[in-house]
């Protein structure tokens, strides 16, 4: 459907935090869109919350009965989506309103497969109901990006895209082409292999932050893990060699040491 968005949600053990992203999807200003949400085999109330708190005909559950991953989950949401549209939210992130509204203009204005944009982090869960934008904003970290169009050798250099605000336009590549492996940067290899795709395509930034990715602290405690994750998409999940993944892994360190000084 022309101007559809599929958003994909896997959920796993979420009883604390979902309803929070789903109502930030219910109150986006832009309408036409399909919420796809996988709930991978939760022990907790996941499904009852989702069940009993939520009516929505733009809404689906898909209950799987075997815990498949994170990367399994989004597969499987992607091989339901309807849209021309893929998005991402995980179950514990929420968006700002016009985060879609946004994003769909930007696909309007840019011959680009992938639109994403700036957001904020923090460990605080808000009500995206009750809690302002601005008070959200005043009290998070903003992550941002310096260039607007991004191609594979700026890639290549570290991911900039955070998940929850990225979008692909099926009218420039294949739904079979978007495939989550079972690596520890999924989202990372992913990025990569479109941007590989063809090269006469580039990814969108806009630095407005459209939405709130919490931080978890088994996240961010162990950085050796997370570069070492960062080298296997390179040498293993696009098949580089020693020498062209050590750049790139160089490139990334760089990357990171400056966004940790800026």
């Given at each position: 459907m022309n101007g559809l968005v599929s958003i994909i949600m896997p959920a796993h053990n979420s009883e604390q935090t979902i309803?929070?992203?789903?109502?930030?999807?219910?109150?986006?200003s832009y309408e036409n869109f399909e919420l796809i949400i996988v709930d991978d085999a939760s022990t907790d109330k996941t499904s009852e919350v989702i069940l009993n708190k939520v009516n929505d005909k733009r809404i689906k559950v898909i209950s799987l009965r075997k815990n498949v991953g994170i990367a399994g989950a989004r597969n499987i949401g992607i091989q339901a989506a309807r849209g021309?549209?893929?998005a991402f939210l995980d179950s514990d992130d929420f968006w700002f309103d016009h985060k879609l509204s946004s994003q769909i203009n930007s696909f309007k204005d840019h011959s680009c497969v992938v639109s994403f944009s700036a957001y904020v982090r923090?460990?605080?869960?808000?009500?995206?109901?009750?809690?302002?934008?601005?008070?959200?904003?005043?009290?998070?970290?903003?992550?941002?990006?310096?260039?607007?169009?991004?191609t594979l050798k700026d890639l290549q250099m570290g991911n900039p895209v955070g998940m929850l605000t990225a979008m692909i336009d099926l009218e420039r590549i294949s739904k079979r082409d978007i495939v989550f492996q079972n690596y520890k940067h999924e989202d990372y290899l992913l990025w990569?292999?479109?941007a590989s795709f063809n090269q006469r395509y580039f990814f969108n930034y806009t630095d407005e932050p459209q939405g709130y990715y919490l931080e978890h602290v088994s996240q961010t405690s162990n950085k050796l893990k997370s570069a070492i994750w960062t080298y296997d998409v390179y040498r293993?999940?696009?098949?580089?060699?020693r020498a062209k993944s050590?750049?790139?892994f160089v490139g990334y360190m760089v990357r990171q040491i400056r966004r940790r000084f800026a």
């Amino acid at each position: 459907m022309n101007g559809l968005v599929s958003i994909i949600m896997p959920a796993h053990n979420s009883e604390q935090t979902i309803l929070n992203s789903i109502y930030s999807v219910l109150l986006q200003s832009y309408e036409n869109f399909e919420l796809i949400i996988v709930d991978d085999a939760s022990t907790d109330k996941t499904s009852e919350v989702i069940l009993n708190k939520v009516n929505d005909k733009r809404i689906k559950v898909i209950s799987l009965r075997k815990n498949v991953g994170i990367a399994g989950a989004r597969n499987i949401g992607i091989q339901a989506a309807r849209g021309r549209y893929i998005a991402f939210l995980d179950s514990d992130d929420f968006w700002f309103d016009h985060k879609l509204s946004s994003q769909i203009n930007s696909f309007k204005d840019h011959s680009c497969v992938v639109s994403f944009s700036a957001y904020v982090r923090g460990r605080e869960l808000f009500d995206i109901r009750k809690d302002t934008r601005a008070s959200i904003l005043k009290q998070s970290s903003l992550v941002s990006e310096a260039k607007t169009k991004l191609t594979l050798k700026d890639l290549q250099m570290g991911n900039p895209v955070g998940m929850l605000t990225a979008m692909i336009d099926l009218e420039r590549i294949s739904k079979r082409d978007i495939v989550f492996q079972n690596y520890k940067h999924e989202d990372y290899l992913l990025w990569l292999k479109i941007a590989s795709f063809n090269q006469r395509y580039f990814f969108n930034y806009t630095d407005e932050p459209q939405g709130y990715y919490l931080e978890h602290v088994s996240q961010t405690s162990n950085k050796l893990k997370s570069a070492i994750w960062t080298y296997d998409v390179y040498r293993d999940g696009m098949g580089y060699s020693r020498a062209k993944s050590t750049m790139c892994f160089v490139g990334y360190m760089v990357r990171q040491i400056r966004r940790r000084f800026a």
